[in-house]
């Protein structure tokens, strides 16, 4: 875009293949089949008494392990508070473990328990089942070309190195200390 030229929202897609232009619609899109997505694995989870936000969250720690706060916001892309949100019911369920740094209190870490764990595992098969729903007839080429094109996405939108890197790579944040 022309620099000095604000944007125009909900222009037509000039060639027509789209009912807006490219980049609203993409984003329309993307923040639909997010929103529909967790919606429905919310109702999904919600018999197992966890929700898209502490499945993800359990996820990360069986994943990696004991995690920071910080480690926990890179690769979920939730803020600080809402992590502290669901840490607490998740602690208060047994799902997880807190424990803070001796040397520095503001340093809280996870870890997940044994009954967290089972949790999570429980979860997995409704959240890989959805996820085939919603993959479903989309050939694994245009699974992977969506994947690449949203991963360039995630990098220009990342706050910091380590949100996109968490993201983008979903790699042990033990690589990263502060």
Same mark, same amino acid.
Not at 26 to 54: C, E, N
Not at 118 to 130: E, M, N, Q, T
Not at 161 to 175: E, H, K
């Given at each position: ?57 359990l996820g990360v720690l069986e994943r990696f392990g004991?995690?920071? &706060? ?6 979920? #892309?939730?803020? /600080? ?5 669901? $840490? %607490?019911?998740?602690? =208060? ?16 870490a996870l870890d997940i328990t044994e009954a967290g ?14 996820n085939a729903r919603i993959l479903h007839g989309i ?13 360039? &996405? ?6 910091? #190195?380590?949100? /996109? ?5 979903? $790699? %042990?944040?033990?690589? =990263?200390?502060?």
């Amino acid at each position: 875009m022309p620099a000095g030229k604000p944007p125009v929202p909900y222009q037509s897609d000039p060639k027509g293949e789209f009912p807006l232009a490219p980049l609203d619609y993409a984003m329309h899109l993307t923040s639909s089949i997010g929103l529909m997505r967790d919606s429905a694995l919310d109702q999904g989870l919600k018999p197992l008494g966890l929700s898209v936000s502490r499945y993800r969250v359990l996820g990360v720690l069986e994943r990696f392990g004991v995690c920071r &706060m910080t480690d926990l916001s890179n690769l979920t #892309a939730m803020d /600080r508070t809402s992590l502290t949100r669901i $840490a %607490d019911h998740l602690v =208060d369920k047994g799902l997880v473990t807190r424990a803070s740094n001796p040397k520095d209190r503001r340093q809280v870490a996870l870890d997940i328990t044994e009954a967290g764990r089972a949790a999570h595992r429980d979860a997995v098969a409704v959240v890989l089942s959805y996820n085939a729903r919603i993959l479903h007839g989309i050939p694994e080429a245009l699974q992977r070309e969506s994947a690449r094109t949203l991963r360039a &996405m995630a990098a220009n939108l990342a706050p910091n #190195a380590g949100a /996109r890197d968490g993201i983008i790579y979903y $790699a %042990d944040p033990a690589n =990263d200390k502060d």
